[in-house]
Structures are given as structure tokens and as C-alpha cells.
């Protein structure tokens, strides 16, 4: 065999590899063999920017998914110490007693007998200060919404006895005046500004979902109040259980977050 041929064949053997390298890199370029087809357990540390931004965020957070559907995550470290002391001196003196939405009316109710405080204004169009600003830029961040979709934030106070029995974050459709304020609820961070020990009661419960956490100062419990078409999510009922201590306060930061905002 002359020079010539050796070349020839060599150049068709090249040409060979490069059209089946060039097949398979296509191949795995498609959806079909990107998708991840894992099974997510719950319980499993995960990063999901479809169900929630945590991937990219900078901070050393850690978080458990404590159920699949219903999403609800864990999310450790959501609050530091500054954040979490910010909020608390901005809710002295303010607190009274939470009510409930009956028939589009704010009431007193057995259902809930905890303390609440408002620190903030629906939508945040005010100036506050570094800390605050902060935790705004985690939540838009996480759910992937802007501060004017965030209602004012709410600070519960639970002593010995006081609880908030079983409810839905999302409003019922036919608390119409509400919803035409903000839209629906579509997501809930409940942040946890103090810690309580197993047998001192005030876990987070979702009852249909056998779901429970205990209160960890700066852990906050993540959770879509409904699907991305507005779907309600039912299993998402939850409460919040009474407190055993006899002289430990539950503090709780609610943020949450509504469809189209102020
Ligand atoms: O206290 C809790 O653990 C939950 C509070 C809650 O669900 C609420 O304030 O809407």
C-alpha cells in the first residue's frame, strides 16, 4: 500500500470518529438525556431552582426538604442574630392579640390565641433599615418575587397555652375584598426568631401531611401556598401547636408572599 492510501484510510477513520463523537455530543444535548430522572426523596438536602432559588444564594444555609407535594423546605440560617434582634426591637410594644379572617372580618378567635405585631408595610415602599433590607433581598431572592409582592411582615408571640390551630395560608375565594388587595397568598416563609426544646411544645405541624418542626431560632419553614396556575393547596393546612414552657416565649416572623403585590 503507497503513502497515499495510508493517508486516504487515515483521513476516512478520522472522519468516521468525528461523525459518531459528533452524534453522541448531539445525543446528550437533547431534553431527553439532560433530564434528571432521580427520584427526590424527602428528607434530602436538594437544590432546585424551579421549586425554589436556593442553588445560586450565596449564604451557608442548609436546607431539608421536609415533603414533595406539598413542597415544604427547611431552610437553616435564613435569619441571623441581627436580623432576628432588629425584628424583635421593632415589634416591642406593638404586639396584640392576633385574629382571624371570618367572613372577610378580622376576629378574636379560640383558634388562635397567640400575640401579633406588624413591622412593616404591605409592599415596602418605606425605607428600613440594613438588616430588614436584607431579609427582603433573601425572600425576593428564594421565591422569586419582587418586595412589593411581600405583605407587611407579621411578628407572633406565643406564651404557655397559646397556639394556632388548623389553618390554610392561601384566602378562600370568596374573600374577595382581600385578594383584590395584593392577590392571593402564593407562599409562606414562617421564621422562627426563638427556640424551644422537643417536650416544650410550639412545632410548625401539617397535619394531612404528617409533617413537624420543632421552633430553631433563625430556621425558617418554606412552603408554596399554591400551584404556579393558582391552584390551592390543600394539603398545606397547618398549625402552629401550643407552647408546654411555662416560661419560654415561641417568637415567629410570617412573610408572605402574594401574587401581584401593592
Ligand atoms: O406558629 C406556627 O408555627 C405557625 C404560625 C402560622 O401558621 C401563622 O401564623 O399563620
Known amino acids: 500500500m503507497g503513502q497515499s492510501d495510508k493517508n486516504r484510510k487515515k483521513r476516512k477513520r478520522k472522519r468516521k470518529y468525528n461523525d459518531r463523537y459528533k452524534k ?10 439532560r433530564k ?11 437544590n432546585r ?8 444564594f450565596p449564604e451557608g444555609f442548609k436546607t431539608t426538604i421536609l415533603h414533595e407535594k406539598p413542597y415544604i423546605v427547611k431552610i437553616r440560617r435564613l ?41 412593616t408595610d404591605c409592599g415596602h415602599k418605606e425605607e428600613y433599615s440594613k438588616p430588614i433590607d436584607q431579609i427582603l433581598k433573601k425572600v425576593c431572592y428564594l421565591a ?16 404557655e397555652g397559646e397556639e394556632y390551630y388548623n389553618h390554610h395560608d392561601f384566602f378562600k375565594p370568596d374573600h374577595i375584598e382581600v385578594i383584590a388587595n395584593g392577590g392571593q397568598r402564593t407562599a409562606t416563609f414562617f421564621c422562627n426568631l426563638s427556640s424551644l426544646d422537643s417536650e416544650e411544645g410550639g412545632e410548625t405541624e ?7 418542626s420543632k421552633p430553631s431560632k433563625g430556621t425558617a419553614i418554606f412552603w408554596w401556598d399554591t400551584t404556579k ?11 402552629g401547636n401550643p407552647v408546654k414552657a ?17
Open 246 to 262: 411555662k416560661n419560654k416565649i415561641k417568637y415567629g416572623l410570617n412573610i408572605w408572599v402574594r401574587e401581584t403585590g401593592w
Open 36 to 46: 434528571n430522572t432521580r427520584k427526590k426523596k424527602p428528607g434530602a438536602r436538594m
Open 49 to 56: 431552582l424551579d421549586k425554589i432559588n436556593l442553588n445560586r
Open 206 to 212: 401539617f397535619p394531612l401531611i404528617c409533617v413537624k
Open 229 to 239: 396556575s393558582g391552584k390551592l393547596l390543600a394539603k398545606t393546612l397547618h398549625r
Open 144 to 159: 422569586g418575587c419582587k418586595r412589593s409582592q411581600i405583605e407587611s411582615m407579621m411578628v407572633v408571640k406565643y406564651e
Open 24 to 33: 453522541k455530543y448531539k445525543k446528550s444535548k437533547t431534553k431527553h438525556y
Open 79 to 119: 435569619l441571623n442574630t441581627e436580623e432576628i434582634d432588629t425584628i424583635l426591637s421593632m415589634a416591642d410594644g406593638k404586639f396584640e392579640r392576633s385574629t382571624i379572617v371570618v367572613d372577610g372580618e378580622m376576629v378574636l378567635s379560640n383558634v388562635r390565641t397567640s400575640k401579633t405585631a406588624f413591622i
